[in-house]
């Protein structure tokens, strides 16, 4: 096979893994945003019992085949800039789903993400064939790490009491650690096939030394899977963004401080490093201010018990609006009045008023100890 063809080869694999990370970034982004807020335990057994987690998983899967299978065909140089259009097609691919149309903003900061990757990865050097980390200098890294990515994570999920800013930094922490995270497990990786081909530094491990790096490979690996979820609460292009960066800076750690690699071109190599990462962290800025944040549905309030009894006020009926209040003791009765009914004066002379009124006033006394009333006054 030719160069040319492996070039053709390498750059279309390379393409299958970029739209497949896409694809698992817009299904986790999806199950982000439909899922209830919860921690510790609950939460994961939700979303291990969740079809679209695993269609996520798959398409994870399906990408890093074919990233691994296009560095087959192809340099790295060539393979790992085309692995950032992720966040190119990501972005349309989430819109479409969400109904709604790619701002002009997020095209920019995309493409401040994109350029600023695409400026670390040319001026990272190589790691010479073969050359891996030693197991005590990945037992070194692992735990670094570990301690690292929990620093990151550490922060709880604001939901809708944090606001927009709350979610969106907390998701930033947990994409930064997802990358980490993912970028060890790729260095390990490289131990890891360097000890099959009993290739290691320091000579050949045992086979518990093997199954060890073989169980911090897939710590890490689910580690950071589990973590990008967590981080798509906040959005997705801006998550996406600080996931593809912290990826390849974390591997660019290890093989500059460990493997000997350095940036190209000398000095003029890290000047280049720092700009192209200020030029991508515009591009994270951009996305955060610019991008929707996902709305995380919250978990079903408890129902407030119903009130039994007679606690209910009666309906008023009648003309009456008001019933008066039941009043306790004997009742009092009004007198009735025996005997020839009672013409009440006319009101002429002297004290007539005073008379009438008294008259009015007069307990109910027993007949013999009422008073006579006066005799009427002739006119």
Known sequence: MNAAVGTVIAVLLSLVSAAGYALAAVAQSRLAASSPVRDGGGALRALLTHGQWWSAVGLNAAGALAHVAALHYGPLTLV?????????????????????????????????????????????????????????????????????????????????????????????GHATASGIASGVASALTQTLTAALARELPGGAPAWWQTALLALLISGFATGGLLLSQAAYRGGLAAPLAVVNLSNPAAAAVIGVALLGETFRAGAWGWLVAAAASLVAARGVVLLTKDGPTAEPTPAAPTAEPTPTGPTAEPTPTGPTARSAPAVSGPTLTTPTTTGPALTTPAATGPGAVDRILSRQTTPDLPPSQAEPLPAPVAG
Do not use: D, K
């Open 80 to 172: 790992q800039p085309l692995g950032a259009l992720t966040l190119v097609a990501a972005l349309p691919l989430g819109a479409y789903h969400a109904r709604r149309r790619v701002t002009r903003t997020e095209w920019r900061g995309a493409l401040w993400t994109l350029g600023g990757l695409v400026g670390l990865v040319a001026v990272t050097g190589p790691a010479a064939p073969g050359e891996a980390l030693s197991l005590r200098e990945s037992l070194v890294v692992a735990a670094t790490t570990a301690l690292l990515v929990a620093t990151l994570a550490s922060g709880r999920p604001h939901g809708h009491e944090g606001g927009a800013g709350g979610r969106g930094r907390n998701g930033l």
